[in-house]
């Protein structure tokens, strides 16, 4: 399962760097979170890292499928958090009213609140990619 680990280590250190920057950026992360959501078009640093994205977890998928024996981590990496994403995606990124509650948010302080909200998920992730 080393790749569902190298998915979890990614995801990890994935949201703990955005966490970091939406923290030490404030309310100026919104600009950021406005290219990447606000528009119909995005830019292609955003599409070029949900390529990115995408093609670890297949290659996690593929190990995943392949793999003798499949942990409780294995099957949450794989199967649970993708199913969230794409709930995700369909709330935030793919409907206008959900973009524009995202890039609604306003204020260093609104900011942070996100931040660290967010960062809770990375020893999750490292846990997840421990048992994986």
């Known amino acids: 399962m080393m790749t569902a680990r190298a998915f979890a280590l990614v995801l990890a250190a994935a949201v703990l760097a955005t966490s970091v920057a939406i923290y030490v950026m404030g309310g100026r992360f919104r600009a950021v979170e406005e290219r990447a959501y606000g528009s119909d078009r995005r830019p292609w640093w955003f599409m070029l890292g949900l390529l990115a994205f995408a093609a670890l977890y297949l290659s996690a998928l593929a190990g995943f499928v392949m793999a ?35 890039t609604a ?22 846990v997840l990619a421990y048992f994986a």
């Open 105 to 126: 948010i306003a204020g260093d302080q609104a900011w942070r609140r996100v931040a660290l909200t967010r960062a809770v998920l990375a020893p999750v992730f490292l």
């Open 68 to 102: 003798p024996e499949r942990t409780w981590a294995a099957w949450t990496l794989i199967v649970v958090i993708p199913i969230g994403a794409a709930l995700k995606a369909g709330l935030v990124i793919l409907n206008p009213q959900g973009r524009a509650t995202v």
